[in-house]
């Protein structure tokens, strides 16, 4: 396996304390929590944490319509629904997605083929596919409505002071003056490379993959009949993912240097050199705008919070996308962090006390371990052809078909339904 340790690659533009122009904390806005990141993650967290009636602002570096037209598609397992319900959202979310009913799971070419159905979960589907902007609509639709939050957009935090029990917050806007915010809390939903969280000096270890993820929208001939395929090859893990109007999400995992040069191709040869690795079950498949590549990487942050900042979603892990874990798993980070907000507040206690915080990484980071090893076990057992390995795993896949507790089990895991089930409660009375 080719891994590498991930070097940390983006300057740190925040510093602390003592760095900079220090901004005087009285002419700052004054808010209970400054998000920063308006992607899935940091909406989820301030629509939570307004509608628990606390006074916060988001703030969101790319301009609202960049920020919703990333061009991703998510599978979200049913936990993540519920945070959705929870939220007042899902039955906005719910017509614009497609749900699967079926999960087929093969390796290669082998025959053997596990079905996860509906029945496996006892529920009447196994879980849903949402466009990136389907998703993050809704969440600023649920913004809105929220007189208490405040979306400053497009802005760029360049710097966080910590001062007693706030936080100074100091943010840029293209032709505006520099603002500043302060809060008890910080909460840093800014992604993979977190500026906040290398600002606060939190180590972080992990790999980048030798593999790249190329994704694509496709139209396929035949109707997706509400499927999603998993199929393990060599050369890492291949899915497509069933969406509205008939149109499919491939996510497939690949050696940089194929990912690379797939993005080199035509229309033509890209969908001749997917149909050469995934057949034609679906009759002809035809490519809808443009295949792109990301990187791949495991990371994980020693610790997820410190006095006055939690890490969420990406900035504080990121997996193999194998599975579709990633932003389920950052969907519960909120909702946990907003839990134990709640709960403090209820109580009338200092709900960014560092004891509260602690609460929020004890709860999610054993969880998110599990996966982000989970996730890596099963790209490096699948990923390759020595034999031994190839007997363990077409065994696995005899057992899980034919075992319907394990089947059954394995995709509770992958629904995220084996976990300490984080619920939004809104409307604190205390607030
Ligand atoms: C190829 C691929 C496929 C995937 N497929 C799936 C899938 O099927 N299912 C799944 O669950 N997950 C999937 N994931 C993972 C998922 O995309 C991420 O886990 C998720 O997007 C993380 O969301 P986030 O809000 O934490 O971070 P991001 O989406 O990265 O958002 C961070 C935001 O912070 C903003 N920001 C950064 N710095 C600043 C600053 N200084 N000031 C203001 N704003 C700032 C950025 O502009 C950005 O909008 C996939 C990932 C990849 C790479």
Redesign the pocket.
Known sequence: MHTAPIVTDSPA??HECDYGVTPNPTDAREYDVVI?????????AACALGQAGLKVAI????AQSL?SD?G??????LL?VQVFEDLGLWQRIRPQVETYRSVQLSDGDYRKVVQFSPQDLGRETIGY?AE?RILLEALQYGLNTLPNVDCI??????ETVKKGDQTIVR?VQASAPAQTLSAKLVIA????????RQAANITTYGWQYWQS???AFIQPEHPHKQTAYERFQPDGPF?I?PLPNGLC?I?W?APRAVADRMLTLNPDEFMAELRSRYGDHMGKLTLVGQP?????RLLHSTRYVKPGLAL?????H??H?V?????????R?AAALVNVIEKALAQDKDFAALSVLKQYERWRMGENLMVLGLTDTLTRVFSNKIWPIVLIRRVSLWILQDISPIRSLVLRHMQGLTGKAPRIVGQNPKV
């Open positions: 533009i925040y920063v990141g308006g992607g899935v993650i940091g909406n989820v703030v969101e570096a790319e920020a990333r991703q598609a998510y599978s979200i397992n993540s596919v990136h957009c497009p802005a760029t935090v360049i943010l939903a800014d992604g993979s490379r977190s500026p906040l993820c190329i994704v899915a993912l999400r996510v995992t792109s590549v990301f990187p791949v969420i979603g990406d900035a504080a990121c997996c996308p599975g579709g874990q990633g932003i389920n798993l950052g969907i980070d």
